[in-house]
C-alpha cells in the first residue's frame, strides 16, 4: 500500500465534502503545505485565504459559523494552536461554534525546519478546552474518517495532521475503515501489555509489536485516535486484562494522550504505566527518522520501555 | 431625524444609563464608564436602524451587532432588555450565579447577544467572518460592530481591517468609542493611536469623525455607511465620546473604567438619571 501523508487526507476529504455548500476552509498563506489548496480548485470562492494573520482567522472563522458555515481552518499546528490559542478558546470553544481546526505539521516529523515549526504542545494545550474534540488519526485512511467525522458532529473540533508521507495502517485512502468518535480502535488484542499508540506513532508501534511477539510477549495494540473524549471503558479494560500500558505520542509527554490516559487510570484502574514521548524539551532540525531516533521514539524504543512496563507489573 | 425620534431616542438612551448604573451596583462590579460611552450609538442603532426582531433573535437574515468591547456588555443588556429580547429586569442579577447575563457578552446563553466577546480584537475578525458570510451567501444583512479605543492597540484589530479592506466587506460598519481613557489612564498616555482617522483609511476603510453622542451626526454617518454599499470599501466611524457620559461624577474619569458605585454614589447617579428621565417624557 503507498504512503501518504494526513495532512494530503485532509485535502482530499475537504474536496468530498465540499458539496455541501455549508462548508468553508479558511487558510493562512500555507494552503499547498495544510492541502486546503485543494479544496481550493474545486470551490474557489468557499476558500478563503486571510494572510499570515492566524488570529484574525480564528475569529472570522467563527463568525462565519455564526451564521450557519461549517468553518474549516487550517494552517501548521504550531501556528493554529498555539499562536491563535486564545481565539481557538474564546471565539471558538466558548460560544461552541462549528469550528474545525485542522492543523498540519504536528510533531517533530516536520523535520528540518526545527523546533520554531515542531508543535509538541497542541494536544495538551486543546485538550484543556472546554466543548473541544480532539482527534489524531494514524493515517490516510482513518484521517479522512476523522476529518467527515469533524465534519458530521457540531462543534468545535481539533484534528491533528502531520507533514510526512506514512504507511496505511487502516487501509487505502478513501476505503471507510472503522473509525468511532471516542472509541478506541484495537488492532491487535493481546494479555501481556497494552500499546496505546495515536498518530504517526501507531506505525512505530506496530513495529513494536512484531519486535516484542517475535520474543513471545503478547501485545494488544490501540489506536487512539480520539485523545477527548478518551476511551474511558477501553483504558480500564486495558489496565484490568494485560496489567500494564504503554503511551506512544509525537509530542510532549506533558498533558497528551499518556496524561489522558493517567488521568483515567488513577482514578478508576491504576496499574504501571510508561510513556513515550518527548521529554519536556523542544525539538531541532534533522530528518525525520533521524529525529524519531534523536527523541527515543521508534518502535524499538517503545518495545523497550513495554519490557519495562510488564517489569514493572511484580 | 425629527424633533419627536430625537427625544425617544433620547430617552431610551437614558433609561439604558438608569439600567447600566443599576445593573453594575447591583453587580457590585463592572465597567460603567465605557458603557455610558458607547450608550447612545448602540441606541440609534438598535432603535433606528437594524432589521432585529425580539421574537426571532435567530432569523438568519438579521442584521448583526458585535460588541467587540465586550467589556461593555451592561449596555448591550440594557438596549437587548429594554427592546423585549429578555425580561429588562434580569439586569439586577448581572453578573450573579444562575443569571445568563454574564460578565461579557456570551452567545451562548443570552438572546440577542450575536457573538461572545470580551476578550479584545476578537469580535472585530468575527463581525468581519458574518460580513464575509452575507457576501458569500448574497444576503442584504449588515454587520455592526463598536470597538474601544483601547482595544485599537490589539494586533488582531489591524488584521481584521486588513481582511475586511481586502474581501470587500462594505457590509461592515465599525464604530470606534473613542472616549480617550482606557484603565491605566489617557490613552495617549499608555499607548497612543497616532492619527487614527488616517491610519484607517490607510487599512483601506471609509473613514468619518463625527461626537458619539449627537443622534443626527450617528444618523449622518449610518446614511453613509448604506450609501457606501457596492463601494466594496468597509465603513469606520471614529465616535468622539465621553466616558461616563450621563452621570456627573462619572464624566471624562478613567477611574470609573471598572469598577461599581457605592450606594451614596449610586444614589445620586440614580437621581440625575431619573430626573433626565422624567424631563423626556415630559
Not at chain 1, 18 to 43: H, M, Y
Not at chain 1, 253 to 279: F, H, K, T
Not at chain 2, 228 to 244: L, M, R
Amino acid at each position: 500500500m503507498g504512503k501518504m501523508a494526513t495532512r494530503e487526507a485532509y485535502g482530499r476529504t475537504l474536496q468530498e465534502i465540499g458539496t455541501d455548500e455549508r462548508v468553508v476552509v479558511f487558510d493562512a498563506d500555507l494552503a499547498g503545505s495544510t492541502n486546503t489548496g485543494r479544496f481550493k480548485k474545486v470551490f474557489p470562492e468557499r476558500h478563503f485565504d486571510m494572510g499570515i494573520a492566524e488570529a484574525n482567522m480564528v475569529s472570522a472563522a467563527a463568525g462565519m459559523a455564526t451564521c450557519g458555515k461549517i468553518a474549516f481552518v487550517s494552517s501548521f499546528a504550531m501556528f493554529a494552536t498555539e499562536r491563535a490559542c486564545e481565539q481557538i478558546r474564546n471565539s471558538v470553544c466558548y460560544p461552541n461554534l462549528n469550528v474545525k481546526v485542522c492543523a498540519s505539521h504536528a510533531g517533530i516529523t516536520v523535520g528540518e525546519d526545527g523546533a520554531s515549526h515542531q508543535c509538541l504542545e497542541d494536544l495538551s494545550i486543546m485538550r484543556s478546552l472546554p466543548n473541544m474534540t480532539v482527534l489524531c488519526p494514524a493515517d490516510a485512511a482513518s484521517a479522512r474518517m476523522a476529518v467527515k467525522a469533524a465534519y458530521e458532529n457540531p462543534g468545535p473540533f481539533y484534528v491533528r495532521l502531520a507533514r510526512l508521507a506514512t504507511d496505511a495502517v487502516y487501509g487505502e485512502f478513501g476505503e471507510d475503515v472503522e473509525f468511532t468518535l471516542g472509541k478506541a480502535h484495537m488492532i491487535k488484542d493481546g494479555k501481556d501489555v497494552t500499546i496505546m499508540a495515536c498518530g504517526y506513532m501507531v506505525e512505530q508501534a506496530v513495529e513494536a509489536v512484531a519486535i516484542l511477539e517475535s520474543e513471545g510477549i503478547s501485545v494488544r495494540l490501540l489506536d487512539m485516535h480520539t485523545i477527548k473524549p478518551i476511551d474511558v471503558k477501553a483504558v480500564v479494560k486495558a489496565s484490568r486484562e494485560t496489567g500494564c500500558i504503554v503511551t506512544c505520542e509525537e509530542h510532549s509527554i506533558i498533558g497528551g494522550l499518556g496524561s489522558a490516559v493517567a488521568e483515567v487510570l488513577v482514578e478508576n484502574a491504576p496499574c504501571p504505566m510508561l510513556r513515550v514521548g518527548v521529554n519536556d524539551e523542544f525539538g531541532r532540525s534533522g530528518t525525520p527518522d533521524a529525529l524519531m531516533a534523536y527523541y527515543h521514539l521508534t518502535g524499538a524504543d517503545i518495545a523497550d520501555k513495554a519490557k519495562k512496563a510488564i517489569a514493572l507489573k511484580g | 431625524m425629527t424633533a419627536e425620534e430625537k427625544r425617544k431616542l433620547e430617552l431610551f438612551s437614558a433609561k439604558m444609563r438608569r439600567w447600566i448604573i443599576e445593573g453594575v451596583y447591583n453587580a457590585k462590579s463592572g465597567h460603567p464608564g465605557g458603557s455610558l460611552s458607547c450608550t447612545d450609538i448602540m441606541c440609534y442603532l438598535y432603535n433606528m436602524e437594524m432589521k432585529v426582531d425580539p421574537a426571532n433573535p435567530s432569523d438568519p437574515d438579521r442584521d448583526r451587532f458585535v460588541l467587540s468591547k465586550g467589556h461593555c456588555a451592561p449596555a448591550l443588556y440594557a438596549a437587548l432588555g429594554l427592546l423585549g429580547f429578555f425580561d429588562v429586569n434580569e439586569i439586577k442579577n448581572l453578573r450573579k450565579i444562575g443569571s445568563f447575563l454574564q460578565g461579557h457578552p456570551c452567545k451562548a446563553i443570552t438572546p440577542g447577544v450575536d457573538m461572545s466577546t470580551g476578550s479584545l480584537g476578537q469580535g472585530i475578525s468575527a463581525a468581519g467572518g458574518m460580513a464575509l458570510a452575507g457576501k458569500l451567501d448574497k444576503k442584504t444583512y449588515r454587520v455592526f460592530s463598536i470597538l474601544g479605543d483601547g482595544e485599537m492597540q490589539e494586533g488582531e484589530v489591524w488584521e481584521a481591517l486588513m481582511s475586511a479592506a481586502h474581501y470587500k466587506l462594505d457590509n461592515l460598519c465599525a464604530f470606534l468609542d473613542y472616549n480617550g481613557l482606557q484603565i491605566d489612564g489617557a490613552v495617549d498616555d499608555v499607548m497612543s493611536l497616532g492619527d487614527i482617522e488616517a491610519k484607517t483609511k490607510a487599512f483601506g476603510w471609509e473613514t468619518v469623525v463625527i461626537d458619539g453622542h449627537d443622534f443626527e451626526q450617528i444618523e449622518s454617518a449610518v446614511n453613509a455607511f448604506n450609501a457606501n454599499a457596492g463601494s466594496g470599501k468597509p465603513f469606520f466611524v471614529i465616535c468622539k465620546t465621553h466616558k461616563g457620559k450621563g452621570v456627573s461624577f462619572m464624566h471624562d474619569d478613567a477611574s470609573w473604567h471598572g469598577v461599581a458605585p457605592k450606594e451614596d454614589q449610586y444614589k445620586i447617579a440614580v437621581e440625575e438619571l431619573d430626573a433626565r428621565i422624567r424631563e423626556l417624557e415630559g
